[in-house]
């Protein structure tokens, strides 16, 4: 299940453009195909700030989970039906998580290391606006839809663990770039052990900004707060890499070596191969990362 903005989504397209809408793909690449999910719980007209967009979606036992932005802040949304219907939260995130996205996992969260579920979000209250960090929430998998029942990650404690308050004024950064933390995806790869995070750069030489030139990063660790090590890393992309993308957990294969990028580039559902190379003992260790540093934990 998928997402799409300011769109009409598969063909046959939606009879009016939608600043959200949802979908569903099938297949494996380069064998893929997508249909249209309607749904008037879900759906929203408007053009780039002024319409509901989805920043995140979830499937935990069952029910389908999204986080939308736009809505002054960023709000909760779930179905039970496979996306037919849907109920909004209550309430919305009013502090920082302006752009916030789910950590995924295997299929309706299968292979997850614990049995809470993460939300991670630029350390803004606007999709819109770059921030000096990523922040991390936390919150049972069974009250994802209790506001009471969120953690914000808080630092580290002096045996290295990580530290949670029910307090979001206590968070802290899970990760630091100064000026260029802003849309992302994470999802964890069982193949490798580790989570794999995509982060888009906000700059762009294209005035219609990263969906047509720039650049990201993606980055890895063993747990879902860091410490994180740049893979990846790119100003200058040979296509645009999106407002946003991911490795989807379906397209990684079992021995490790192989995902699939999911991304907006040039405005369109687009995919690419990436594949990991082993370490090679005969060859020179790498230089340093072109990035500075911005993987690293605080």
């Known amino acids: 299940y998928c ?23 099938s297949g494996e690449p380069p064998q893929l195909s997508g249909c ?25 036992d069952g029910r389908l989970y999204a986080l939308i932005r736009n809505v002054d802040h960023s709000q909760l949304t779930w179905s039970d039906d496979r996306g037919l219907t ?20 295997g299929p309706n969260y299968a292979g997850a290391i614990d049995e809470f579920v993460y939300v991670y979000s630029p350390d803004s209250a606007s999709a819109y606006r770059a921030a000096d960090q990523m922040v991390l929430a936390r919150v049972d998998r069974q009250q994802v839809a209790s506001r009471d029942a969120y953690r914000y990650y808080a630092g580290v404690a002096d045996d290295g663990s ?37 982060q888009t750069l906000p700059e762009s030489s294209d005035e219609r900004g990263p969906r047509f030139q720039g650049g990201f ?14 893979v990846y890393y790119t100003t200058d992309w040979d296509v645009g890499p999106g407002e946003s993308s991911r490795f989807p957990t379906k397209w990684m294969s079992a021995d490790g070596q192989r995902m699939a990028l999911l991304f907006s580039g040039n405005d369109s559902f687009s995919v690419r191969t990436a594949t990991i190379l082993p370490p090679n003992p005969g060859h020179p260790k790498p230089g340093p990362c072109p990035a500075p540093n911005p993987g690293h934990a605080p």
């Open 3 to 25: 997402t799409y903005g300011d769109g009409w989504g598969f063909e046959p397209r939606t009879e009016r453009k939608l600043s959200l809408g949802l979908s569903r793909v």
């Open 86 to 105: 849907w109920q909004w939260a209550a309430w919305k995130w009013t502090t920082s998580f302006g752009c916030p996205t789910f950590l995924n996992y």
């Open 162 to 198: 990580p530290r949670w308050s029910p307090d979001i004024g206590q968070r802290r950064a899970v990760f630091r770039h100064d000026k260029r933390c802003y849309r992302s995806g994470i999802t964890y790869h069982p193949g490798l052990a580790r989570f794999i995070w995509c």
């Open 36 to 60: 249209n999910i309607r749904t008037s719980d879900l759906e929203r007209t408007g053009q780039g700030p002024d319409g509901a967009k989805a920043s995140g979606m979830l499937m935990v």
């Open 217 to 230: 990063g993606v980055y890895e660790s063993k747990f879902p707060w860091g410490p994180w090590r740049t």
